[in-house]
Nanobody, 121 residues
Framework: QVQLVESGGGLVQAGGSLRLSCAAS????????MGWFRQAPGKERELVAG????????YYADSVKGRFTISRDNAKNTVYLKMNSLEPEDTAVYYC??????????????WGQGTQVTVSS
């Protein structure tokens, strides 16, 4: 098993940037594909970005392509999500997750507690 703890959320103005971090403990993150999800009030949880175990392959939802970048530092057991050009529509709780396929939502099995991101207009 792996335990995941997110940090880095907060309030930012539209057009601003944030970097989320996900620290893993327990089993090493190199055993897992990693991803970032988000869930806004009244909406389903959405896979925003995913990264393969090696970090070579990535996935992005169309809504964040060109603005968000997922990366991982396996030596530090940490995954990041750099978010640029933030929009009010990006407001949500962001969750870090670990699983067996970085592109498939249903393959994620371990979750963090979430961190709130609020983008003001």
């Amino acid at each position: 098993q792996v335990q995941l703890v997110e940090s880095g959320g907060g309030l930012v103005q539209a057009g601003g940037s944030l970097r989320l971090s996900c620290a893993a403990s327990g089993r090493t993150v190199t055993s897992y594909s990693m991803g970032w999800f988000r869930q806004a009030p009244g909406k389903e949880r959405e896979l925003v970005a995913g990264i393969s175990r090696s970090g070579v392959s990535t996935y992005y939802a169309d809504s964040v392509k060109g603005r968000f970048t997922i990366s991982r530092d396996n030596a530090k057991n940490t995954v990041y999500l750099k978010m640029n050009s933030l929009e009010p529509e990006d407001t949500a709780v962001y969750y870090c997750a670990a699983g067996t396929n970085f592109e498939i939502k249903s393959r994620y099995t371990y979750w963090g507690q979430g961190t709130q991101v609020t983008v003001s207009s």
